[in-house]
């Protein structure tokens, strides 16, 4: 059996190169010489959003398998990065800075829900 610390070890760095690989998103224009830097940036988000779940199940296994609130919404806010990694993984945002702010934002949040399990 895996131990906790390394699921949360694994958990938090596969979070990072999550919104890192989102930011390279963001922020890399969709033009054709880019085409394949993107493609690279998509893949390595997608992997990571995949550690991200596992561990992420992992460590809610490790807490005793209880569905709370803030697991609930930390699952709702995975899923809307996701979404937001699926959204501009053929397209640059109109505003990368506004996008980038709200997935940022988006993260931050989850974070506090990990830290704080306010419900």
Do not use: E, N
Request: aromatic share 10%; glycine share 8%; charged share 10%.
């Amino acid at each position: 059996m895996i131990d906790y610390s390394l699921y949360k070890a694994l958990h938090v760095v596969a979070v990072l190169v999550f919104v890192g690989g989102l930011l390279g998103l963001l922020l890399l224009p969709a033009r054709p010489d880019l085409r394949r830097r993107r493609l690279i940036t998509l893949w390595v988000s997608s992997c990571a959003a995949v550690v991200v779940l596992v561990a992420g199940f992992g460590l809610h296994a490790r807490l005793g398998g209880i569905w709370q609130g803030w697991v609930v919404s930390k699952i709702v806010l995975w899923l809307i990065l996701l979404g937001a990694v699926t959204h501009f993984r053929g397209r640059a945002p109109a505003s990368p800075v506004l996008a980038w702010s709200a997935c940022v934002s988006v993260a931050a949040l989850a974070v506090v829900m990990a830290i704080y399990k306010p419900f």
